[in-house]
């Protein structure tokens, strides 16, 4: 506990009196949450002015403890503070930094760190995904199946058809996407909500964003293996060199397909929480049709919490970036649509031009509806 030299009073110091603001900025006005002045910008995860982020920053770092005389109940009814009107007193314009979600996070402190002021219902949610995704992945590289389901068997079949990969079991690339779409959709079902809908609504709801969720795992997988383009799990080539040779794709279209998605995570250095986070919000999109209303409803409410939890983490990561990062997080959604109706365009025309390539039912079932 300490208390600095300029420090003398347990009432606010004139920096509320006089609001900070930059005179070049273009920014629209809005008011400080704490104190109702002009602010611009979130600084520790609620908008606020200057000269509140900086009263908070302070007490925050010198460990500054406040009393107030009226045990904390200055600003009680009041929806500001506000000169004049309500006692200007510190500790309760701290308490009210505090009741709005301030959080300070200082710089040293590690991404575990960072969880930890999570609520603990985000905390939950992330935990949650991070272990699907996990598993997930292990299966891909460890296990195998050699079944050829529908989507429809898969979603009313009661447990996974999948092994343990022998040493020598060797996997082709068309394999590698089936293993892939396969987890993916193994991952959805694994949500506690699914449970909760007909058979139909998971088939649509599958249909829509199971091959994207693929392709992002993907990404993220090329991202995490510092590789410019997409590679199947063991490392070859998922669009190898000959087709360039082919001459039915331009070249434009193969880059794209192959780097597109790469290059944008790379960009927006994408963590695996966010990942999983907007895998999960993207997932649970009550626009598609046809659900029914109470599928509808399910999943607004999901996504809701899938995207708190992501924009909480986005916040308490970037801070007065958050929100901005939030929404570079929902613009990859353009890409993965994109990303998704090329893939889909690739492996169609592969059939109609190579007959000879059989796809498993379940990637057809998701890939080419």
């Known amino acids: 506990m300490s208390t600095p030299d300029s420090v003398n009073s347990d009432y606010l110091p004139a920096d509320l009196e006089v609001a900070l603001i930059d005179s070049t900025s273009n920014a629209p006005m809005e008011k400080c949450a704490v104190c109702g002045k002009p602010a611009f910008c979130y600084n520790y995860g609620v908008l606020t002015c200057n000269a509140c982020k900086m009263f908070f920053r302070r007490v925050e770092v010198d460990q500054i403890t406040y009393t107030c005389k009226q045990r904390n109940s200055c600003y009680d009814g009041h929806e500001f503070i ?31 760190a960072l969880i930890n002021r999570l609520d603990k219902e985000f ?17 891909i590289y460890h296990c195998y199946t050699e079944e050829d389901p529908t989507l429809h068997e898969m979603v009313t079949k009661k447990s996974s058809q999948l092994v343990v990969k022998t040493k020598n079991q060797k996997v082709g690339i068309h394999e590698w996407s089936f293993l892939a779409i396969y987890t993916t959709v193994e991952l959805f079902l694994s949500f506690d909500f699914m449970q909760k809908m007909s058979v139909e609504d998971k088939v649509v709801l599958l249909q829509n964003f199971a091959m994207k969720s693929m392709v992002f795992n993907g990404a993220m997988r090329a991202l995490a293996n510092n590789t410019e383009r ?9 669009y190898p060199d000959i087709l360039y040779e082919l001459k ?122």
């Open 82 to 112: 506000v000169k004049g009107s309500t006692p200007r007193c510190r500790s309760c314009r701290y308490q009210r930094c505090l009741q709005l979600g301030m959080k300070y996070i200082a710089p040293e402190k590690s991404r575990l």
């Open 248 to 369: 039915i794709f331009s070249v434009e279209f193969l880059n794209g397909i192959r780097s597109r998605l790469v290059a944008r995570l790379r960009e927006l250095k994408v963590t695996k929480e966010e990942h999983v986070l907007l895998n999960a919000v993207l997932f649970c999109n009550p626009a598609i049709q046809p659900l029914s209303s109470a599928t509808k409803k399910l999943i607004t409410c999901r996504q809701k919490s899938y995207s708190a939890a992501l924009f909480q983490y986005c916040l308490l990561t970037y801070q007065q970036s958050g929100p901005s990062r939030f929404a570079d997080l929902l613009s990859i959604c353009t890409v993965l649509n994109r990303q998704a109706v090329d893939v889909s365009s690739l492996s169609t025309l592969f059939q109609i031009r190579l007959p000879s390539i059989q796809y498993k039912k379940l990637f057809v079932d998701v890939c080419q509806k």
């Open 123 to 139: 905390v939950s949610i992330i935990e949650s995904l991070m272990f699907f995704d996990s598993r997930r992945a292990h299966r």
């Open 230 to 238: 997409v590679m199947s799990p063991d490392g070859s080539e998922v």
